[in-house]
């Protein structure tokens, strides 16, 4: 059964975490990215390659990402990693619900 947006808007209650994520066409690059994140820590140049993914791409994502706050950057020497932020950790449980409900509408849509 599928479910609409509508449905999963209403349960959700970080709204700024639905748009981040399902507002936009990038819900799937961002949410590997994410993914990535929550595994370990990493710089923008670990994230392009361990995704298959062009740098910019990920420095683009990575901006908008952390001015929201759901991840949070710190400069090591030459690098600069990033890190699920603790905003993201308090609504992992929306997080997963959002990320779920991305992969149902990819397979019935």
Do not use: W
């Not at 908008?64 to 710190?74: D, F, G, L, P, V």
């Amino acid at each position: 059964m599928k479910t609409n947006n509508v449905q999963i808007f209403h349960t959700i209650r970080d709204k700024e975490l639905y748009n981040l994520i399902l507002g936009t066409n990038s819900a799937k690059t961002r949410i590997r990215i994410l993914d990535e994140l929550l595994a370990k820590p990493f710089n923008a140049n670990q994230l392009a390659t361990s995704l298959d993914m062009d740098y910019k791409t990920i420095r683009y994502h990575m901006e908008i990402i952390c001015k929201h706050q759901y991840a949070t950057k710190e400069k090591f020497e030459k690098y600069t990693f990033y890190f699920p932020s603790d905003k993201l950790i308090k609504h992992i449980d929306e997080y997963i619900q959002i990320k779920e409900y991305y992969k149902n509408q990819m397979f019935e849509g």
